[in-house]
């Protein structure tokens, strides 16, 4: 069971789009619908922003997006605010009950 | 409001036992079809999956931690608890205990997570 790889830091510009890749295996992101995203906010608990996918939770921004493609999935920030500020870690189901982690991309405005 | 609160000792000698306890408030976990999880965070590393239970006590966890970990369920305390033994120095993380909704099987997302502590493994 391998760590999700994720971009170790992706940066814009404030009004700018980003996106931030999650690459796995056909055993966890390509196998399933099952890849959710965390904004973590060193200190505090980080919190649900995608999951299924593409679902947001009730209370997050429309300008969280998600997708997948693959073996890949994406986490899409639009319109990049100060507070975007923050790492991302991405998560997929991976078979024989078991999760797993990316290694997290922080998120630079 | 549901909150989760992470505690126990913030230093552990090496071979011994880490536990921790992570207490809900605001809800109970008493005949919810919630699942429980437990994360970690090693100092400038990503997040780790260690392990879930179901309300039900069945426990599914990571394979590389499997042999090591015990999450338990006390209801009577609404507490979720974790101990991991032995324990080395690469065990030093930040651990997060966290809610994962009732959904389809596979469907594990985290949902609500308590703030984590810090545990350092050093004699």
């Known amino acids: 069971q391998s760590a999700l790889t994720q971009p170790a830091s992706v940066s814009g510009s404030p009004g700018q789009s980003i996106t931030i890749s999650c690459t796995g295996s056909?055993?966890?992101?390509?196998?399933?619908?099952?890849v959710s995203w965390y904004q973590h906010h060193p200190g505090k608990a980080p919190k649900l922003m995608i999951y299924?996918?593409?679902v947001r939770p009730s209370g997050v921004s429309n300008r969280f997006s998600g997708s997948k493609s693959g073996n890949a999935a994406s986490l899409t920030i639009s319109g990049l605010q100060a507070e975007d500020e923050a790492d991302y870690y991405c998560?997929?189901?991976?078979?024989?009950?078991?999760?797993?982690f990316g290694g997290g991309t922080k998120v630079t405005v | 409001q549901l909150q989760l609160q992470e505690s126990g000792p913030g230093l552990v000698k090496p071979s011994e036992t880490l536990s921790l306890t992570c207490t809900v408030s605001?809800?109970?976990?008493?005949?919810?079809?919630?699942?429980w999880g437990w994360i970690r965070q090693p100092p400038k590393k990503g997040l780790e999956w260690i392990g879930n239970?179901?309300?039900?006590?069945?426990?599914y966890s990571n394979p590389s931690l499997k042999s090591r970990v015990t999450i338990s369920l006390d209801t009577s305390k609404n507490q979720i608890s974790l101990k991991l033994s032995p324990v080395t120095a690469a065990d030093t993380a930040v651990y997060y205990c966290?809610?994962?909704?009732?959904?389809?099987?596979?469907?594990?997302?985290?949902?609500?997570w308590g703030r984590g502590t810090l545990v350092t493994v050093s004699s």
């Open positions: 299924d996918v593409s």
């Open positions: 966290a809610r994962v909704p009732p959904r389809g099987w596979g469907d594990w997302h985290f949902d609500l």
């Open positions: 998560s997929s189901y991976a078979g024989s009950s078991t999760l797993v």
């Open positions: 239970i179901y309300y039900t006590g069945t426990t």
């Open positions: 056909s055993s966890d992101v390509g196998g399933y619908n099952y």
């Open positions: 605001g809800g109970s976990i008493r005949g919810s079809s919630y699942y």
